[in-house]
C-alpha cells in the first residue's frame, strides 16, 4: 500500500483555517512556515486536539507525548456523564513546535 498525504497550499493563513475547519477531524493539524506570529495565529485558532508548527503529523501518539500507547481516539465533543467537576470538563489541547523534524 503506497502512504497518502493530504495537503493543501493555501492562499493565506485565513484560508488554511477555514479549510481545516471545513474538512479537519479535530485530531491533528499542522502549519509549515517561517513566521512564528503566523504559526501562533494558526495554534491558537485550529480547535484540534495537536496543533504542530514545522513537524510531522507522525509524532501525534501518547507514547511520543511520554502518555504510554493509545487505547483509542476520539475526536468528538464531550458529553458531561455522572458527576461533574473541573476535572471532568478538562481538556487538553498539545502545541507541538519543531524545525523541520520528522519520524523515521
Do not use: C
Request: net charge negative; proline share 2%.
Amino acid at each position: 500500500m503506497l502512504p497518502i498525504v493530504s495537503i493543501k497550499i493555501a492562499e493565506s493563513t485565513d484560508d488554511a483555517v477555514s479549510h481545516i475547519e471545513q474538512f479537519s477531524t479535530g485530531h491533528t493539524e499542522s502549519i509549515m512556515t517561517e513566521n512564528l506570529n503566523t504559526a501562533s495565529y494558526f495554534q491558537n485558532t485550529i480547535d484540534s486536539a495537536i496543533v504542530m508548527h514545522n513537524t510531522s503529523t507522525q509524532f501525534a501518539d501518547g507514547g511520543e507525548f511520554g502518555l504510554g500507547g493509545e487505547i483509542g481516539i476520539a475526536t468528538g465533543k464531550f458529553h458531561a456523564r455522572g458527576p461533574v467537576g473541573m476535572e471532568q470538563l478538562t481538556s487538553f489541547k498539545y502545541l507541538v513546535n519543531g524545525n523541520g523534524h520528522t519520524r523515521a
